[in-house]
């Protein structure tokens, strides 16, 4: 196994599945990255067809709410994220897209950087589907700081608190972030 996905190998098995989806998600994860040399995007938007992501979740643990943010190509609210360059740690990956869409740093909640949650998704939206292996890192925020959003990639952010994201139908939120929100409030 090629050094960089080793090191994406371990921070998947010291996950912590929450439910039995997360568990699955985990199990698959690990099978595809013991069976494959290349788990990066080398060709935008799909090339090779799965490959990892990572999310920056931006938690404010006292007012129980997450900054999310309206992606444009898939018509979702999400946390801000992106995929892993070559050869890139996902913790580093996740700096940078905390900088580059929010214009914050990252204050990752673990030390050592570790991701809080991992989900496998078939993306949706416009142009060439794909799956995208998501490690979720948590990183600690406040509602009211400042961000600035990169435009060409969201059309707002927004505050939700976690019970109304709890509530909220399915359809506009990513497709694991109740799962995500039940997860970190346990």
């Known amino acids: 196994m090629r050094p960089t996905v080793a090191v994406v190998h371990e921070l998947v098995r010291s996950i912590d599945p929450a439910d039995e989806l997360e568990a699955e998600h985990r199990r ?6 013991e069976g494959t040399e290349d788990v990066f995007r080398r060709v935008k938007p799909a ?3 799965r490959h990892l992501v990572s999310y920056i ?7 129980h709410s ?3 943010v309206d992606h444009v190509k898939s018509g979702l ?14 913790a580093a990956t996740a700096d940078r897209e905390a900088r580059e869409e929010l214009g ?3 204050g990752f909640v673990h030390d050592p950087p570790r991701p809080s949650f991992l989900t496998v998704t078939r993306t949706v939206g416009t142009g060439d589907r794909h799956t995208d292996v998501s490690l979720w890192f948590v990183t600690a925020g406040t509602r009211g700081m400042p961000v600035t959003i990169d435009r060409t990639e969201f059309t707002e952010a927004r505050w939700w608190a976690h019970r109304d994201a709890l509530e909220c139908g399915p359809g506009r939120l990513d497709p694991h972030y109740q799962r995500f929100v039940t ?3 346990a």
């Open 57 to 63: 979740a931006v938690v404010d643990h006292a007012d």
């Open 66 to 68: 997450s900054l999310l």
């Open 77 to 90: 609210w999400l946390p801000p994220g992106g995929h892993v360059e070559p050869d890139e740690h996902p």
């Open 47 to 49: 090339t090779p067809s």
């Open 28 to 33: 698959d994860t690990l099978r595809w990255l």
């Open 183 to 185: 997860k970190i409030a």
């Open 104 to 106: 914050i740093d990252a």
